[in-house]
């Protein structure tokens, strides 16, 4: 084998492990920062987590599907009044689009929350990252603010319990 092969087998081969890398860089500097070297959560609290998760998932999936279904009308009814009112329709569409995307994995995690599954586990985290992308790409230093709180705090509970979703 020549050296141009050899440099592109290892491309394709860095290509296809990129976006895996990615997400086990940040889980394994999570465990390192958040669970290592950060105080642990006491069992107690733990335990609350464990039961609570499932059903503030529910919830979080009935608030999203209730989200999917109220921009299209607002702006139905207030572009029938007041034609510009369109203009919103982009932004209404990359909700949507991000709703969706939560509503699904939220929804594929929801029956394995209940029995402590690892996979439900690992979907939560990526529903957790998706939003923490989310809040990073709407620009309001604001809302960029809330979204590296929220997603630390979020982080650090979640990858307190990850213990106890069993593989």
Not at 100 to 127: D, E, P, Q
Request: hydrophobic share 50%; with cysteine; charged share 20%.
């Amino acid at each position: 084998m020549n050296r141009l092969e050899h440099k592109s087998r290892s491309k394709k081969s860095n290509e296809k492990r990129s976006d895996k890398d990615i997400i086990t860089f940040i889980e394994d500097f999570c465990q390192e920062y958040l669970v290592k070297q950060a105080p642990k959560l006491p069992d107690n609290f733990k335990d609350i987590v464990y039961k609570v998760a499932p059903y503030l998932n529910a919830f979080g999936i009935f608030v999203i599907a209730l989200r999917l279904i109220s921009p299209f009308f607002l702006l139905s009814f207030l572009s029938f009044i007041y034609p510009p009112a369109t203009i919103g329709i982009p932004i209404a569409m990359i909700i949507f689009g991000a709703s969706i995307v939560n509503l699904i994995l939220m929804f594929m995690a929801a029956k394995g929350l209940f029995s402590r599954y690892r996979g439900s586990w690992k979907l939560i985290f990526y529903v957790i990252l998706f939003n923490i992308l989310i809040g990073f790409l709407t620009f309001n230093p604001f809302n960029i603010f809330r979204t590296i709180i929220s997603g630390l705090i979020a982080l650090y509970i979640w990858f307190q319990v990850r213990s106890g979703y069993k593989k």
